[in-house]
């Protein structure tokens, strides 16, 4: 029996992609993912986490991310509530990990307040039949998709890292982070709109701009 975990890693930030990563084991191979001492992808250092990334790839059958650009998130939070919306791209991303990885069973972390529907929006997207256990906090109950928020998460901080080195440092891409928070203030100010990687649909991104806006109008 092939078993698979996945997980998110970006959904709250304002910058940067949002990533979804699937790992797969044959269940009879789960106890070398748990020897790893794998957790919960927040209660790790960057650089256990990219240790652990390097052992997870060479110990699984397969792993798989899918990152969702800024522009698709964008675009289906403008047109209806943001978290259902969110919810909805986020399992049909799962369900296209899940569907690269064909495992008999996935667990997955479950990003609506209700699991099961979380579940049932996942499995609409499927073209397969497959057993889902959709969970709230499954990176800390269920070994496999912790390994799958480490993969997400070390992915995502790649992309981060990328975006750092080519615009410098715009710090976590967190709303509640003041680098973060000064690089769009310093960005609206001297180009007037947001770059791609911003999501521009987030409430606080759109806070930032009206009042930078507002100064630079006042200045004149």
């Not at 964008?74 to 799962?94: C, F, I, P, S, Y």
Request: proline share 5%; net charge positive.
């Amino acid at each position: 029996m092939r078993i698979a975990g996945v997980d998110d890693a970006g959904r709250g930030p304002v910058i940067g992609p949002l990533v979804i990563a699937g790992v797969l084991v044959e269940k009879e191979n789960l106890h070398e993912i748990v020897n790893l001492g794998v957790k919960d992808s927040k209660l790790l250092s960057p650089h256990r986490r990219e240790w652990l990334a390097k052992k997870i790839r060479k110990t699984a059958l397969q792993c798989h991310f899918i990152a969702l650009s800024t522009s698709e998130i964008d675009k289906v939070v403008e047109t209806g509530r943001k978290l259902r919306k969110l919810n909805h791209l986020e399992a049909r991303a799962m369900a296209e990990v899940i569907a690269t990885l064909k495992p008999d069973i996935a667990y997955v972390d479950a990003s609506d307040v209700l699991p099961e529907r979380y579940k049932q929006h996942i499995l609409e997207n499927l073209p397969f039949k497959v057993q889902i256990v959709s969970e709230h906090k499954a990176d800390a109950k269920y070994p496999i998709v912790s390994a799958a928020s480490i993969i997400a998460k070390v992915e995502r901080d790649k992309a981060i890292k990328e975006l750092r080195e080519k615009y410098g440092d715009l710090g976590s891409g967190y709303i509640t982070d003041p680098k973060t928070v000064a690089f769009l203030e310093e960005w609206i100010k001297q180009h007037g709109n947001y770059p791609e990687f911003v999501r521009k649909s987030w409430k606080p991104a759109k806070r930032i701009k009206k009042n930078m806006t507002n100064k630079q109008a006042k200045l004149i």
